[in-house]
T-cell receptor, first 110, second 115 residues
Framework: KQEVTQIPAALSVPEGENLVLNCSFT??????LQWFRQDPGKGLTSLLL?????REQTSGRLNASLDKSSGRSTLYIAASQPGDSATYLC?????????FGTGTSLTVIP | EAGVVQSPRYKIIEKKQPVAFWCNPI?????LYWYLQNLGQGPELLIR????????DSQLPKDRFSAERLKGVDSTLKIQPAELGDSAVYLC?????????????FGQGTRLTVV
């Protein structure tokens, strides 16, 4: 069974800082990896999807990388803003289902 | 394009009562998932449908949980009877295809509180 781990569990940074969220997975046989954002009491919003053959994807201030052989992905957020405060989850798609990490709770301090 | 729609958003029930959640996936999405998210945890799969067929229900507690997806469109998840430990967020997701581009689209979830 795929195990997905996210470190750190919580992160607090001042506004304007660049930051990196980490995601690791145990089984490299994935189709893709998806990063989500979850605001309190809300569902999951897809941020980026990286196919297994890709190394990175970018959307605005977000950049996600994937190293399938080492079982790692990172989400880089540039110039963080208070509106970025949320929980960020990564999920590995195996062809059958999405396996999620427990998330990183991010707080950006104005 | 409308997203995945779930209802109700919130539900409070007494233990031993039945409860049902409804999900309408994005039009044209053949795959539908029900996930359970406990507080501070990542979502975990309960059941996956391909059209109207439940292809993976291995993690669905079948003694009290049931689900259906009639006509391969919207879906209902039921709990009967509910227990205190069922308090959680129930998320529905859909995806249009399988393969490297498969992307999950989630609804807002139903937050269940069992008292």
């Amino acid at each position: 069974k795929q195990e997905v781990t996210q470190i750190p569990a919580a992160l607090s940074v001042p506004e304007g800082e660049n930051l990196v969220l980490n995601c690791s997975f145990t089984d490299s046989a994935i189709y893709n990896l998806q990063w989500f954002r979850q605001d309190p009491g809300k569902g999951l919003t897809s941020l980026l999807l990286i196919q297994s053959s890709q190394r990175e994807q970018t959307s605005g201030r977000l950049n996600a990388s994937l190293d399938k052989s080492s079982g790692r992905s990172t989400l880089y957020i540039a110039a963080s803003q208070p509106g970025d405060s949320a929980t960020y989850l990564c999920a590995c798609y195996t062809g059958n289902q999405f396996y999620f990490g427990t998330g990183t709770s991010l707080t950006v301090i104005p | 394009e409308a997203g995945v729609v779930q209802s109700p958003r919130y539900k409070i029930i007494e233990k031993k009562q039945p409860v049902a959640f409804w999900c309408n996936p994005i039009s044209g999405h053949n795959t539908l998932y029900w996930y359970l998210q406990n507080l501070g945890q990542g979502p975990e799969l309960l059941i996956r449908y391909e059209n109207e067929e439940a292809v993976d229900d291995s993690q669905l507690p079948k003694d009290r949980f049931s689900a259906e997806r009639l006509k391969g469109v919207d879906s209902t998840l039921k709990i009967q009877p509910a227990e205190l430990g069922d308090s959680a967020v129930y998320l529905c997701a859909s995806s249009p295809r399988t393969g490297a581009n498969t992307e999950a689209f989630f609804g807002q979830g139903t937050r269940l509180t069992v008292v």
